[in-house]
């Protein structure tokens, strides 16, 4: 695994997937599908009857685990009849197949898989499984194409053995980005984490380059899980290269601990904004989407309703995705997941969540011309996380009591101040971006109407500083919440050590009081405000809003062509602790002169809305999730409004929509 071999077989990978991308057809309308369990004891008529109905569903992609384990014979040879008859009933009922590799590890395959190789004979051994499922398949009239491995990542713990040792040599002489060292305060503090991005980053590389020696024209694809706490592991820029296409894993049972039930529909419009930006321009997918009911697996045992499949469908869709599979279509025989999360029930009847699906696919098929020039309107407003916040935040802890009242200073503080921000946002109507800092595009000369929101993000890199700078110079509006910038990449405390964005904010920060649990501020409407309450030493900014003792809560201050806004407290926790959004969503929208094409007139926490467009259409997704029928006032529609998709009973008139309790409504509006 010779590092300049590497090299140049990474840039191989690079040219090829830029050359996929662009010659590749784009699908007409997202498509809809489902895992199918592979297993060798089933009959070929049950294995028919599935593709058949998934067929007469609407569906027309699935996913398949090429389990190796299925495939070796005793005698070391291969074995692909069961995966063939899969394969052979696919093309038959023309269902594309996404083909994962799942070869064997130490002779057992897992639930999700092992995500890294144990050593060069480990490696050996997944290369010939690769030679031999990719070659034996790539010419398969339904292949689509591979997932490399299922859900990367290992929750922050570091692969051991000889394959690490050598990755950990690799990464040792290949040098630190510029400016990673605080001068005079060195650390290698994030030494592991940063090795262990650098590590998954490799081995999906490796697997891709093995995949093109055989396949030099399918869809190579991955899919990441558990976002919202595995987030600083994955590297999305760095995977562009040796892809074509990236996914995700977002079910609500495993992934959307951040979330009460009753949030999942905008959990999973955030998981599909930080895929969609991870994805840069490359097509983004939800490769798996919660099926069905988890009995024993899963932190969260339930079984999604037909209302809550439809939700996350349209959300899905609305968000851009080229297509969403369910886990699964039929459920597996053996393993840790046994009997659960099928689409079917066990007659081989449809569930009332399939036939959810089928409403939501034949709605798709029906309405081709305009879902297949559909695409989401760029809000300009980008909540952004930090991977080294998310590092500093976990180091920061110690055993102490998990006591609801400290949420802010708990794993999990940081990303769920991006959420709350994120959720505020959606709560006027505003889908916002939401991306990792390296996401995003720095070097434009003119960011006049965009906005940046760094909210909790307590650690900001020193590399980062100039690109802050540049974007507010250029005319930018920089909003600041929560403990953002407290630390830099290595738990430097950057309020002691030059104070680094003194200029760009007009201001230090002059403290920090800690009460626990949660109180009120202006921000300047009443407001609910978790834990922190920081005060400013104002240089050079306006203060907007002040304390009891007089001391400067917030400022704004104005750097070239642009702003910042400075709220040194944690506005968006409390928001989101209490559910009170409507004095921060107000104050964003307002403050930061924020404008969309569409969007409510006021407040509507219970009431998501996904925003799309045509050459001639505004196409909005809605989703009532209070306990109540919502008749909500859109700003910026006019003319007749056409109802595309009702859950229920669902009303459209001019600027106005009546959407039942759990309902999906689908609605446009000419330009």
């Known amino acids: 695994m010779n590092m300049k071999r590497w090299i140049i077989l990474s840039v191989f990978a690079t040219l090829l997937s830029c050359w996929l991308t662009e010659s590749r057809e784009k699908n007409d309308i997202p498509m809809i599908g489902a895992q199918i369990i592979v297993e060798p004891w089933q009959s070929p008529e049950?294995?028919?009857?599935?593709?058949?109905?998934?067929?007469?569903?609407?569906?027309?992609?699935?996913?398949?685990?090429?389990?190796?384990?299925?495939?070796?014979?005793?005698?070391?040879?291969?074995?692909?009849?069961?995966?063939?008859?899969?394969?052979?009933?696919?093309?038959?009922?023309?269902?594309?197949?996404?083909?994962?590799?799942?070869?064997?590890?130490?002779?057992?395959?897992?639930?999700?898989?092992?995500?890294?190789?144990a050593n060069e004979e480990h490696m050996k051994a997944i290369s010939g499984y690769i030679a031999a499922v990719v070659g034996h398949y790539k010419a398969h009239p339904a292949l689509y194409?591979?997932?490399?491995?299922?859900?990367?990542?290992?929750?922050?713990?570091?692969?051991?053995?000889?394959?690490?040792?050598?990755?950990?040599r690799e990464w040792e002489t290949a040098g630190r980005p510029d400016g990673t060292w605080t001068e005079g305060y060195t650390s290698d503090v994030f030494n592991r984490q940063r090795f262990l991005s650098y590590c998954n980053t490799r081995y999906i590389e490796w697997l891709s380059e093995q995949v093109r020696l055989h396949d030099s024209s399918h869809e190579i694809h991955i899919n990441n899980h558990q976002i919202f706490s595995n987030a600083a592991e994955y590297d999305f820029p760095a995977w562009r290269g040796c892809l074509t296409s990236l996914g995700a894993s977002a079910h609500p049972s495993w992934h959307f601990g951040y979330f009460n039930r009753e949030g999942y529909a905008v959990a999973m419009g955030a998981n599909c904004r930080i895929i969609a930006s991870g994805a840069g321009d490359l097509p983004f997918w939800v490769t798996e989407l919660q099926g069905?009911?988890?009995?024993?697996?899963?932190?969260?045992?339930?079984?999604?309703?037909?209302?809550?499949?439809?939700?996350?469908?349209?959300?899905?869709?609305?968000?851009?995705?080229?297509?969403?599979?369910?886990?699964?279509?039929?459920p597996r025989t053996v393993g840790e997941e046994a009997g659960e999360w099928a689409l079917v029930n066990n007659d081989n009847s449809n569930s009332d969540r399939l036939d959810a699906a089928k409403s939501?696919?034949?709605?798709?098929?029906?309405?081709?011309?305009?879902?297949?020039?559909?695409?989401?309107?760029?809000?300009?407003?980008?909540?952004?996380?930090?991977?080294?916040?998310?590092?500093?935040?976990?180091?920061?802890?110690?055993?102490?009591?998990?006591?609801?009242?400290?949420?802010?200073?708990?794993?999990?503080?940081?990303?769920?101040?991006?959420?709350?921000?994120?959720?505020?946002?959606?709560?006027?109507?505003?889908?916002?971006?939401?991306?990792?800092?390296?996401?995003?595009?720095?070097?434009?000369?003119?960011?006049?109407?965009?906005?940046?929101?760094?909210?909790?993000?307590?650690?900001?890199?020193?590399?980062?500083m100039d690109d802050l700078r540049h974007f507010v110079e250029c005319g930018g509006k920089l909003v600041i919440e929560g403990l953002t910038g407290f630390f830099d990449e290595n738990l430097s405390a950057l309020n002691n050590v030059g104070r680094p964005l003194e200029d760009l904010l007009g201001g230090i920060l002059s403290e920090v009081k800690t009460t626990p649990g949660d109180f009120r501020m202006k921000i300047p409407e009443d407001a609910p405000v978790h834990m922190w309450k920081g005060t400013i030493a104002n240089t050079s900014g306006t203060v907007l809003t002040k304390d009891e003792a007089g001391a400067a809560t917030s400022t704004r201050h104005r750097f070239g062509k642009g702003e910042t806004v400075w709220f040194p407290s944690l506005l968006a926790l409390g928001a989101r602790r209490s559910g009170e959004y409507g004095p921060l969503a107000s104050w964003l929208k307002e403050e930061c002169g924020i404008s969309v094409p569409v969007s409510y007139d006021g407040c509507e926490p219970e009431v998501m809305m996904t925003l799309m467009e045509t050459p001639q259409e505004y196409v909005a997704v809605l989703i009532n999730k209070a306990s109540a029928p919502k008749k909500i006032r859109l700003q910026g529609v006019s003319g007749k409004g056409r109802i595309i998709f009702a859950g229920k009973d669902g009303k459209v008139s001019k600027n106005k929509v009546s959407v039942s309790p759990e309902e999906t409504l689908v609605a446009a509006w000419p330009k």
């Open 46 to 117: 049950d294995v028919d009857t599935w593709f058949r109905t998934m067929s007469e569903n609407g569906m027309t992609v699935c996913r398949i685990r090429m389990f190796e384990q299925y495939m070796r014979t005793d005698d070391n040879s291969w074995d692909f009849t069961c995966f063939d008859t899969a394969f052979d009933s696919a093309a038959k009922y023309g269902i594309k197949v996404f083909a994962t590799l799942f070869p064997m590890a130490h002779g057992h395959n897992t639930l999700g898989g092992f995500k890294h190789p």
């Open 145 to 168: 194409g591979w997932v490399l491995m299922n859900e990367p990542g290992t929750g922050g713990r570091l692969p051991s053995g000889e394959f690490a040792d050598e990755m950990m």
């Open 292 to 330: 069905g009911t988890n009995t024993y697996s899963g932190y969260n045992a339930f079984c999604p309703t037909a209302e809550e499949t439809c939700q996350w469908l349209w959300t899905g869709i609305a968000n851009g995705a080229d297509g969403i599979i369910f886990w699964c279509y039929n």
């Open 360 to 464: 939501v696919a034949g709605c798709l098929k029906k309405n081709e011309g305009l879902f297949a020039s559909a695409a989401p309107v760029d809000p300009h407003v980008n909540i952004i996380y930090i991977r080294e916040s998310l590092w500093a935040e976990q180091q920061m802890q110690i055993d102490v009591s998990q006591d609801i009242a400290w949420e802010g200073r708990q794993k999990g503080g940081v990303m769920k101040s991006a959420i709350g921000m994120y959720e505020a946002l959606m709560s006027c109507g505003i889908n916002a971006n939401f991306m990792e800092i390296a996401e995003y595009d720095w070097s434009r000369e003119d960011y006049s109407g965009e906005t940046v929101i760094l909210a909790n993000q307590i650690s900001i890199p020193t590399y980062r």
